[in-house]
């Protein structure tokens, strides 16, 4: 599965949304990408996503 490259900013938002707990699902459709790839990313960075509510 190929996906689209991950931009400084779309890495930012990513950050700052786990951060302030928004699960990944929310974060998914903010930035327009599938849960797979958020949680992938956030693995890549080190941050355990929020739980789901």
């Not at 929310?26 to 996503?49: H, M, T, Y």
């Amino acid at each position: 599965m190929v996906t689209s490259s991950w931009t400084f900013e779309a890495v930012q938002s990513l950050v700052a949304l786990a951060k302030e707990g928004v699960p990944a699902s929310v974060i998914s459709l903010k930035l327009k990408r599938s849960v797979v790839e958020v949680r992938a990313k956030l693995n890549d960075l080190g941050i355990v996503p929020p739980t789901e509510a």
